[in-house]
């Protein structure tokens, strides 16, 4: 282990400084700094190898937890970073934009404060490439057989990467102009700057794994030309239609889904030139359906587009400050989270229902009705009585999302199971040499997911093509979360 007697002796947890909110609210850089060295060995020693580590269990990746901050504590570097991408293509992204669900599975937050693992992970892998630890691993050998995968988000990079360095030859089709799906358009880069995605890349380049961006396949080129110029596909297209508002006047100017007002803001930081795309809310009133983290992200970017007001509103309650008897350890609890957004301003509403969008006679929204959320066996619904009006000149839907655009994916063959595509528990479908892993076949799920399915899929495919596999399958397509 690390420290003996470390989470006897440090029982704070201290993570990273964070800049100070009127300096970050003038532009889109990342949030954190970097943390004092003395502090960080501490807060490593704090792991207490506690013989069953449940943070294994609590991450679907198995990452070697205990294992990395014990090198880290010693001063090794290059045999963290070994352990952590044992297991994890991605740390940088995970350590960036991944809600930590081995924290909540740490056996010292029984009584204590967990461990501050993400915050350790996220400093193995940026001081990896600081010392030029991670470096191309190109395969000796090619197989001389043909994958391609379609899109190229956490799950898609992830199987790419693996395929490539079993030596196979991979293709990866992304639709938008770069490669990184909803890592690079999806997420601010205050949360995730988009060099840690392009260095990623060139990475995944050297190696072989060779991208075609856009492309959008089932319109520029059909599933079954696809089909039929490789050995095998890898559907890994993501969960991206959003759950619509289903009230009167949602078709008003001015009320958006959030990626369409994201996805616009996150390219204007990478320098496009986006003419009226670009969704602003310098001045406006804005209001954000939705508790989440795309809905943390809207207002975030909403601040730093100088709103004159950002309001959130959650339909349910306000989450318990700390974890309740019915969502015992080592469960993913739900708890009031406060983001790195909401430190910056804004208001927060919870049991708040929204009943109407209020248009002007120009047909643009002015204001949302919203009434106190009633619990009832119909389930969530407005109370009588007590609807109020919100200013709004500016609504942002960040209510998650449904599932994939399965159309073209329905023509070509895939079936559905619910609102995601159908498939087996090793991510085959009904197609021969045809797979499906990430959101596209879980639904909305989280990042270490995307990366765990990935890679799973990835010895799939390997099986599939080679007769055996070496490659890891740390998650099967059935698999769930720990969480009640």
């Known amino acids: 282990m690390a420290d003996p007697t470390g989470f006897l002796t440090v029982r704070e947890r201290e993570l990273p400084p964070k800049r100070p909110v009127p300096l970050r609210l003038l ?23 506690c013989g069953v580590p449940f943070c294994h269990r609590g991450c679907p990746l198995g990452n070697l937890i205990p294992e990395f901050n014990d090198a880290m504590w010693r001063g090794q570097t290059a045999r963290a970073s070994e352990l952590l991408h044992a297991t994890n293509n991605f740390p940088e992204f995970t350590g960036r934009a991944c809600p930590a669900p081995c ?4 056996v010292l937050g029984i009584n204590q404060p967990a461990v501050t693992i993400k ?15 991670v470096t191309p691993q190109v395969p000796e050998r090619m197989s001389g057989r043909t994958v391609a995968v379609v899109g190229s988000g956490p799950a898609g990079l992830a199987c790419a990467q693996q395929l490539t360095r079993a030596g196979h030859a991979v293709v990866v089709y992304e639709r938008e102009d770069r490669a990184g799906g909803l890592l690079r358009y999806g997420i601010p880069d205050f949360k995730l700057e988009k060099h840690h995605i392009d260095r990623r890349l060139e990475q995944m380049r050297a190696e072989g794994t060779r991208f075609r961006t856009g492309i959008e396949v089932g319109v520029d080129l059909s599933w079954e030309e696809l089909a039929a110029r490789v050995d095998a596909v890898v559907v890994c297209t993501g969960a991206v239609v959003p759950r619509e508002l289903a009230v009167p006047g949602a078709e008003l100017d001015g009320v958006h889904f959030a990626m369409d007002y994201l996805v616009p803001a996150n390219r204007r930081q990478a320098g496009d030139e986006l003419g009226g795309e670009l969704i602003d809310a310098a001045g406006k009133h804005v209001v954000v359906i939705g508790g989440g983290d795309t809905g943390s992200d809207c207002i975030g970017t ?3 587009q100088q709103a004159a007001s950002v309001t959130s509103l959650a339909i349910g309650r306000r989450p318990p400050g700390e974890r309740p008897e019915d969502q015992p350890w080592p469960t993913v609890p739900r708890v009031f989270e406060v983001s790195t957004s909401h430190e910056e301003g804004g208001e927060r509403r919870f049991l708040a229902s929204t009943v109407r969008a209020v248009g002007d ?5 002015r204001a949302l009705s919203v009434a106190r959320t009633e619990y009832t066996e119909a389930g969530r619904v407005p109370e009588p009585g007590t609807e109020e009006e919100i200013p709004a000149d500016l609504v942002l839907i960040a209510m998650g999302f449904s599932g994939p655009e399965t159309q073209a994916l329905e023509d070509w063959g895939l079936g559905l199971s619910g609102r995601v595509l159908g498939r087996a528990a090793d991510y085959s479908t009904a197609l021969p040499g045809v797979f499906v892993a990430g959101d596209a076949g879980r639904g909305q799920s989280l990042i270490v997911w995307a990366i765990a399915e990935g890679r799973a899929a990835a010895a799939a495919v ?4 080679s007769g055996a596999t070496a490659l890891p399958s740390p998650v099967t397509a059935h698999d769930r979360a720990l969480a009640v």
């Open 119 to 133: 915050n350790v992970e996220v400093t193995i892998i940026d001081r990896a490439f600081e010392q030029g630890l």
């Open 462 to 465: 390997d099986a599939h093509l």
């Open 361 to 365: 006679e120009h047909g643009r929204v």
């Open 103 to 106: 924290e909540d599975s740490c």
């Open 302 to 304: 909403a601040l730093r």
């Open 27 to 49: 532009d889109h850089r990342e949030i954190q700094q970097r943390q004092d060295g003395a502090a960080f060995i501490r807060q490593a020693g704090r792991c207490m190898d």
